[in-house]
């Protein structure tokens, strides 16, 4: 198969969220000596972003978005370590610090949005649920963070988006990190009022804001 065509499949794989052709694809790249960043950058990533353009278009839904998110990680878990042992590196956009904040159990919307920050290139560390205001925080500073991400799914726990912006400024740590605020019942409005760099209200929208925050 030509290179263009393989690259074609591959995006193709991912957009279809076809798990077992990605997987074979991500196999045959590396057992080819194919240059891997070319087959990221030209090949699966094309097929992410299609994605997005279909869910925005009301093509797709949910269960598209997550199967081809899982499609990404999939052939990254095949590409990553091919890279490192030929010391290549893939490029982050930014590395992301990601939970759902203390007293809140919810994560389905929260792992959706690190699946697809993920899938875009960032490396992102999820904290799961339930995390103390504290603990991203020292996450943050220990991973050389660039962005930390909020989620509350519940109004009696928004409140602890706020004490955490209060928590930054507090250590004069609030021009260090970029921070997205977003659940259920968290608004644009609420993000302004409490100096939330962002807000987004699903993962397309949050992989949009992150890329435009990081100048990618």
Avoid at 64 to 85: D, F, G, H, W, Y
Avoid at 109 to 125: E, P, T
Avoid at 194 to 214: C, P, Q, R, S, W
């Amino acid at each position: 198969m030509e290179k263009k065509n393989l690259l074609e499949a591959m995006s193709r794989s991912i957009t279809d969220g076809e798990i077992t052709e990605t997987k074979r694809l991500a196999t045959l790249a590396v057992e080819s000596k194919m240059d891997l960043n070319e087959v990221i950058d030209m090949g699966f990533v094309p097929g992410i972003q299609k994605t997005g353009d279909l869910w925005e278009k009301g093509e797709y839904f949910l269960p598209e978005l997550i199967s081809s998110a899982e499609c990404m990680k999939a052939a990254m878990r095949i590409l990553q370590p091919a890279l490192t042992r030929l010391q290549l590196k893939t490029q982050s956009k930014g590395k992301i610090i990601i939970g759902t904040i203390e007293g809140d159990i919810h994560d389905i919307g929260k792992n959706l949005v690190a699946s697809m920050l993920s899938a875009n290139g960032f490396d992102v560390i999820d904290m799961g649920a339930d995390v103390k205001l504290e603990t991203f925080i020292q996450k943050a500073e220990q991973e050389k963070a660039d962005f930390i991400c909020l989620s509350s799914l519940l109004t009696t726990t928004m409140l602890g988006q706020k004490r955490f912006m209060a928590r930054l400024k507090e250590k004069n740590l609030s021009s260090k990190y970029k921070v997205l605020v977003g659940g259920a019942p968290v608004t644009q409005k609420w993000a302004d009022e409490i100096g939330a760099d962002g807000y987004a209200e699903n993962a397309l929208t949050a992989v949009k804001l992150v890329l435009v925050l990081a100048g990618k």
